[in-house]
């Protein structure tokens, strides 16, 4: 307290004014403020600088590089994109290739096979007619026959002599 | 009934000795080392400093609060300030930027957030950088180094500095004083622009105080000095306004006394580019 009271009125003896200007204390202020400034400085320089600011930096990179991981990313899966879509493309040509080749094919067979049955049908045909003219053939053959028959028993039960064959073949062509 | 103290608002400014410490004389200089009220609180300003930067600086990619405010700080001084300025040459003065911007904001911080007044025969507040001594060692500390390294990095030079190019031999001539003192002016422009701005709010501070007190205890005489109440009521209104005001001129006057360091540590690093 007597330090405090001697201090105050030497401050107002010095200048009557500012206690600032009082310079009785100032190298003991200026000693002890560089003091405590490169103190701070020292702590600034090797731990809260670098520390700080290697954490800003870090964290920069770090967005940046997540940001071009990203990019990259993106762009391998657009490449993808596009190289699925180009092997859907062919594939699709593929299927259609194939779809055209087996339409095709099922055509010509179905063709072969109509064309086939066309001609069995028509030998079919051909000798079903030919069956049937032999038995007109045959049938008509035997209606001279039948003729030269009946115009034998008539003639015999007409005038009870029998004719000769070829009276009654020559009769019955008449 | 209470007499009013008397309105003293140098008070505050004035130097105690706390802890005797040891004195000695040197070149004709006499030191006292002891720790008074102004080393104490210069002491616990980088206590503050020191454990809040220990606790912030956790080195996480995504920041908690205190951390984000201690990359903020830093921020002003490397982003706002060094990287603007000077460019990547100014990153090695990084460290001394910041350690002036931190201690001169803790410091004027101090004088307006822990103004806890008179306590225990005690006045417990102190702003470091309302003492002239403090802001004239920062100021003469910051413009000199500044000065030498303009001639370690450049030689003879860098007097090319005080002679404006384009004006012929006798014009840079002229203008060479003028450039001289222009310059030389400087420590004394930053330690007094800083020491006046925190003497001036805290001196106004501690008169609008003392009215509150003294109308106050006008007022509760009675009878028609009742009236008093009003102005005393206006001016803790003041103090209010005043303490926001100072806690903006706390923040501000760091600010620019680092930008006034960045912008002449350009000159010196950028020299002969720029002009």
Known sequence: ?174 | MAKAPPIEPMEQFLIHKWIPGPSFDLGGVHFDMSITNSVASMIAGAIILMAFFALTARGQIVPNRGQALAESLYNIVDRVLVTPIIGPHGRPYIPYLFTLFSVILVLNLMGVLLSFGHLFGQTWSFTVTSQLAITATLAVLTFFSIFFLGFIKHGPKFLGLFFPSGMGVIGATLMAPIEMISYFVRPITLAMRLFGNMLGGHVVMNLFGSFVVALGLMALTGGIASLAIVPSALSFGMIVALSGLELVVAVLQAFVFVALATVYLNEVVNFGHGH
């Open chain 1, 1 to 174: 307290m007597a330090a405090e009271t001697q201090a105050g009125t030497a401050a107002e003896g010095a200048s009557g004014g500012l206690p600032q200007f009082d310079f009785h204390w100032w190298p003991g202020q200026i000693a002890w403020f560089l003091i405590i400034f490169f103190g701070v400085m020292a702590f600034m320089r090797f731990f809260a600088v670098p520390k700080v600011g290697g954490t800003i930096e870090a964290r920069e990179g770090k967005i940046a590089g997540d940001i071009a991981d990203a990019r990259r990313m993106k762009d391998e899966a657009d490449a993808q994109a596009q190289a699925a879509a180009v092997e859907a493309a062919k594939a699709r040509a593929g299927a259609q290739k194939v779809a055209a080749e087996a339409r095709a094919k099922a055509q010509a067979e179905i063709a072969a096979r109509l064309a086939q049955e066309e001609a069995k049908l028509a030998a079919t045909g051909a000798e079903a007619e030919a069956r049937i003219a032999k038995a007109r053939e045959a049938a008509m053959a035997n209606v001279a026959g039948i003729a030269a028959d009946t115009a034998q028993a008539i003639v015999t039960k007409l005038t009870g002599k029998t004719a000769s064959a070829a009276e009654l073949s020559a009769a019955a062509k008449g």
